[in-house]
DNA sequence: CGAGATGTTCGGCT
DNA sequence: AAGCCGAACATCTC
């Protein structure tokens, strides 16, 4: 489920949890979600700590504790976070469950595709640190995106914009929405684009991920009703803009919908 | 009941 | 030999 948007809205949800301590922690530790990770330090850690602050980058979750223990939580395809009652009783799918004293906080999520990471120390772990800037910061120019596209010439700009090491948060229906609004065949390649639409690529990407975070990320309210989000999951469905209807085919290994006549 | 899903990773192929 | 592609992961829903 998750992209950028989706992931900030999650983030938001345990935020109400920061500056007060952990009680008590529920975990699976031995589910495939804990991969390379030590279970049981995170239950002996955060028992106790103060849950200091949220934050998000691309789809990635990390949560500060004191002292000096980072929680890194990626929700996957079917990751949820949630605060629920403090007399929460975890189901089968609620994999990580920290309990306060007026709330209960939980990550859900029943294919598993997420990850938790779990570390000690002072600085901020490695794989939060080397996420790429966020595609609406100002570190994100156009020559920075130009730079990594051209990095991927022959890549379809689909799978392209699917890379997390580019497009951080960007997930299937956020980059066709992209190449829809910037009126570009999900097809092309990566590294011929002409300036002209390497400008639209770049101004599209950052105003898709402003309006979903405006949006999706604050309440999970609708996006504008004229994007394509509102109709690419439907077997019928047409471009909004001409009303022909939309082509599917699998492109960087995921179901892409696109408009045959005005993306080129 | 079978197919597919808002994601990542790994192994194999070019 | 880097880069690309398909399969696998586990469960639920349409």
């Known amino acids: 489920m998750p992209e ?4 900030e809205f999650f983030r ?29 330090l995170i239950s002996a850690r955060l028992a ?5 602050a949220a934050e998000a980058r691309g789809k990635q979750l990390l949560f500060r504790f004191s002292p000096h223990a980072w929680l890194g939580i990626h ?10 009652p403090a007399d929460f009783v975890p189901g089968k799918h609620d994999h990580l469950v920290l309990v306060q004293k007026r709330r209960t906080l939980v990550f859900h999520d029943p294919r598993m595709f997420g ?4 570390q000690l120390s002072r600085t901020a772990p490695k794989w939060w640190t080397e996420i790429p800037p966020a595609i609406t910061s100002p570190e994100f120019t156009k020559a920075w995106m130009a730079d990594f596209l051209a990095r991927h010439p022959k890549l379809a700009l689909k ?4 890379l997390q090491s580019g497009f951080a948060g960007v997930g299937n229906w956020m980059a066709d929405e992209i190449l829809w609004q910037a009126r570009l065949d999900p097809r092309h390649p990566a590294g ?9 690529l770049y101004r599209v990407a950052r105003k898709v991920c402003k309006v979903a975070l405006a949006t999706i990320g604050v309440d999970w309210s609708d996006p504008p009703k004229s994007w394509l989000i509102h109709v690419r999951w439907k077997a019928s469905g047409c471009c909004p803009r001409d009303h022909l209807p939309l082509k599917t085919a699998t492109i960087g290994g995921r179901t892409t919908r696109w408009c045959p006549r005005c993306q080129k």
């Not at 950028?4 to 992931?7: G, P, Q, S």
């Not at 929700?75 to 629920?84: D, I, Y």
């Not at 799978?159 to 699917?162: F, K, T, W």
């Open 48 to 52: 106790g700590a103060k849950f200091l």
């Open 12 to 40: 938001k949800q345990w935020t109400p949890g920061a500056g007060q301590k952990i009680l008590r922690v529920a975990l699976h530790g031995t589910k495939r979600l804990f991969r390379g990770t030590d279970a049981d």
């Open 75 to 84: 929700l996957g395809m079917s990751g949820r976070l949630s605060a629920e």
């Open 159 to 162: 799978a392209a914009l699917l």
């Open 4 to 7: 950028l948007a989706e992931v």
């Open 192 to 200: 011929k684009l002409t300036a002209a639409e390497i400008t639209t």
């Open 115 to 118: 990850r938790v990471q779990f």
